[in-house]
Every structure is written in C-alpha cells, then in structure tokens.
C-alpha cells in the first residue's frame, strides 16, 4: 500500500513470491533519500518478518531522513553544490522521470536550487548595473557643479550668503525701514534709491465720499504686507485736483492737507485727455509765471521736469497688455540728477522723445513685457511674492541696458492697497508719480 505525501512504499509478498524467490527474498524500500548501502542493509540483512513493523520502521526512518535533508537545504542558502549519495540513473530511463521516485526528486530538487542560484545572479546583476548607475550620476553631478562654480553659481542655494556674481538679485534684498534714513524727508524723497537693493512700500487708495477723486497714501514699511517691517511711516499723499479738463494730481508731504499754496505742496503730476501722456514736476512754478519777475528763469523757483511716462494706444485693448515707456533725468558720476527746466513745450522731455527720439541725459525704462500662460489663462510676471492680486495697472519696470534689473514695481495685494518697490537710480517721488499713472483712467487705453 503506498501512503500518498510521504514517498515511499511497502509491498507484501505473496506465498508463491516466497516459494520462488528463495533466499534472495527480500522486502521492498523507498529509495527516495536512501542510498546503496542503506537500502541493501535495510532490504536484505534487516528486512523485518512482520509487514506492518518494516511499515513503521520505514516511515521513522523516512521521517528522519526528510527532517535531515531539509535542515541540508536550508544550510545550503541557494548555493547548488554536488551531492554524491543521491543515485545516479540513467538518462532518459523510467526511474529518472517517473513522479515520485528518488531520482524523479532529485532532479526537481537541482532544478530547483538552480533557478535559485539564477535568481540570485540576475539580483547580483541589477545590483551591479544600480551601482554603476549611481557612480555614473554621482560623476556627473561633479562634473556639473565644477561647471557651475567655473561660472560663479553655486550649486546650493544658500539665503544667507551673496552671489559673487550679483550680490544683490533685483528685488531680493529689501532695505529695511531702520536702514532708511529719512530725518530730512524732503531730501530722502528726491534723492535716488539705494543701489544694493529695493526699499519697500505701499501705497494705500481712500475713495470716501467723493469715489471719482480718490486719496492716495505712500508709506514705507507696516500695513500688514508681506516682506515689509512692521513698522510704518508715511512719505507722501495724492489727490486727483477737481475741475480739470485733464487729469492733474497734486502731491503732498501731508496725508490731510492738499492745497497748492501750502507748504506742503511737494510734486505735480499731469496727464493730457486721453490719459496716455504724463509729465511730471516738482513744487516750482511754471514758466510763463515766471516771466514776469526780475532776473533769468534759472535764477527763480521755475519747476523741474522730473520724467515723463507713456502708453501705447490700445483702444478695447486689442493689442494685449498695456505698454509703457518712462523716462527719468541721468544720475552723474557724482550723484547729482540732470536738471530739465524746458522754458517752452516743445522743449520738455516728452516732446523731445516724442519728436526727435532724443534720449540724450535720460535713463529710459519700460514695462516688462507679461508672458501668456495657458494653464492660468492669463498674462503673469514674476513679482516675488508681493503681487497677489490679477490687474492691469501691475506692472514692472527694467531699463533699455538692463533688463534684468528691476527698477520699479507695482501691483495689488488688496483691494485699495498695492506695493510700490523702487530702487536706483529712481526716487521715490519719481517712483509714486509713476504709479499715480496706473491708476489714472485711460480711453485710449482699455
């Protein structure tokens, strides 16, 4: 009878077998995990009497041969090694392919550990391969971070430590409102800013009762803006003048008094009908006023151009977004601002510009051209992280030589609040009258 699972097998003989086989009867053994010697020991001189004892005797002995050739196959860890006591057998014999014989076993058992040994060779493999991929890209790495400390960039950003090649981004390293000094405000207010870095501010709108001429408010630091100091002082303040034929803004170094024959009158921005053309001045009187009084025009308190600004027409706003030009007076070598006092119209910076082309003594800026994006849908610029607010009145502006360089910025956090950064060779008077023109209706221009 053979017990299905345990691989071996018993057989009785019978009475006419015995009268046959004489004395080289024997019983019959599993040869599964035995070998020569074993089975001729177990099938001749030991062979028991009884059929049901030899049964027993052989399943111990089959259980303690399995118990020992698996604690051989777990020492052996993958590793086919050559194992003389199984028997050989022929090839293509019945004994080495038939289910459940010894050799049958051992075959499966080769087969086996040799798929093991594959599999630990393709993981060698791929171990080997990522090794050499990691060496290649470390490598490589090296190679790019010499190339780029070659060209001044380092290959980790590091805030706190300046670029030898531009210690100071445009528009990354603010001026703090301690670092600003402003104890003569008017002075502070026409000299250019600071060359190592923009001075943050905002400018706060008041449309009270009268919504068609709101207030404008210039501060430096505070009102809860993101990147400047808590602290805030205020600079300067707008208002549109009323019965005007065009727009004409006067400015004040007061946030409540506007009027032009106080003292502190500051700064004059005017605009032709249309709202396309700026000009802007400083507290002097204008030149035909002038004329009348003794000595030579620049002797009197004739005003100073300051700079000009224009927009493209852009009726219905079918050529995209705005485009602006502004012009400011050359800084010299000693710092000193170039002074325009035109005696006559066509002599101001704007005619000028718009006649002849003369750029001549004049730093001339222009917005930075915003690039469509199609996920968003819209026009964007890179303002830093202080614009949050979509409108057609952000706007920055670089120079002609340098476009990388950030002048002016302004745009909206809020709903009557907007940032206002600005450095050299801009002031700030200069900077506020500039951004005076964003807000300014345009009929030429929307």
């Known amino acids: 009878n053979g017990l299905r699972g345990e691989?071996?097998?018993?057989?009785t003989i019978s009475s006419w077998d015995r009268e046959h086989a004489g004395s080289n009867?024997?019983?019959y053994s599993n040869d599964?995990?035995?070998d020569d010697e074993e089975e001729n020991e177990i099938g001749v001189s030991n062979a028991p009497k009884q059929p049901q004892a030899a049964a027993r005797q052989r399943m111990e002995q089959q259980k303690a041969l399995q118990a020992q050739k698996r604690k051989e196959r777990s020492l052996m860890s993958g590793v086919v090694v050559k194992n003389d006591s199984l028997p050989r057998s022929r090839p293509g014999s019945a004994a080495a392919s038939r289910p459940g014989t010894a050799r049958s076993s051992s075959s499966r058992l080769s087969r086996?550990?040799?798929?093991?040994?594959q599999t630990l060779s393709m993981q060698d493999k791929q171990a080997s391969e990522s090794e050499q991929a990691e060496d290649s890209n470390t490598l490589a790495a090296q190679e790019l971070k010499e190339e780029l400390k070659a060209h001044g960039v380092k290959s980790v950003y590091d805030p706190g430590q300046q670029s030898e090649a531009n210690p100071f981004p445009p528009m990354q390293r603010p001026m703090t409102v301690s670092a600003v000094d402003t104890s003569d405000m008017r002075v502070f207010l026409m000299q250019p800013g600071p060359k190592n870095g923009p001075i943050l501010c905002h400018i706060r709108r008041?449309?009270?009762?009268?919504?068609?001429y709101p207030k404008?408010?210039?501060?430096?630091g505070g009102g809860g803006v993101e990147g400047e100091d808590a602290t805030e002082r205020f600079l300067l303040s707008a208002r549109k003048r009323k019965k005007s034929k065009s727009s004409n803004y006067l400015i004040s170094l007061d946030e409540e008094d506007m009027s032009r024959q106080s003292g502190n009158f500051f700064g004059k921005l005017r605009s032709n009908f249309v709202g396309t053309e700026f000009s802007i001045y400083d507290k002097g009187i204008k030149p035909e006023e002038a004329e009348g009084s003794s000595g030579n025009l620049s002797q009197t308190n004739v005003r100073t151009e300051l700079g000009a600004v224009l927009f493209q027409y852009n009726v219905l706003g079918t050529r995209g977004p705005?485009?602006?030009?502004?012009?400011?007076?050359?800084?010299?070598?000693e710092g000193n601002r170039e002074v325009f006092r035109p005696a006559e119209e066509k002599d101001s910076i704007l005619e000028r510009f718009k006649e002849k082309g003369e750029t001549d003594r004049l730093v001339v800026m222009r917005n930075k051209p915003p690039k469509w994006n199609d996920?968003?849908?819209?026009?964007?610029?890179?303002?830093?992280?202080?614009?949050?607010?979509?409108?057609?009145?952000?706007?920055?502006?670089?120079s002609e030589d340098d476009k990388d360089h950030i002048i002016l910025q302004f745009g909206k956090v809020g709903k009557d609040t907007f940032t206002m950064d600005y450095q050299y060779p801009i002031s700030a008077l200069q900077a506020f009258a500039i951004c005076l023109t964003s807000f300014d209706n345009k009929l030429a221009c929307e």
């Open 375 to 398: 996920q968003m849908q819209a026009y964007c610029l890179n303002f830093h992280g202080r614009v949050t607010h979509a409108s057609v009145k952000n706007f920055q502006l670089v």
């Open 32 to 34: 599964l995990f035995g």
């Open 322 to 333: 705005r485009k602006m030009t502004a012009l400011i007076p050359e800084i010299d070598a």
């Open 216 to 220: 404008y408010s210039l501060y430096i």
């Open 25 to 27: 009867y024997a019983a």
């Open 7 to 11: 691989h071996w097998f018993s057989a």
């Open 206 to 212: 008041s449309r009270g009762s009268a919504k068609m």
């Open 112 to 117: 086996d550990l040799a798929n093991g040994v």
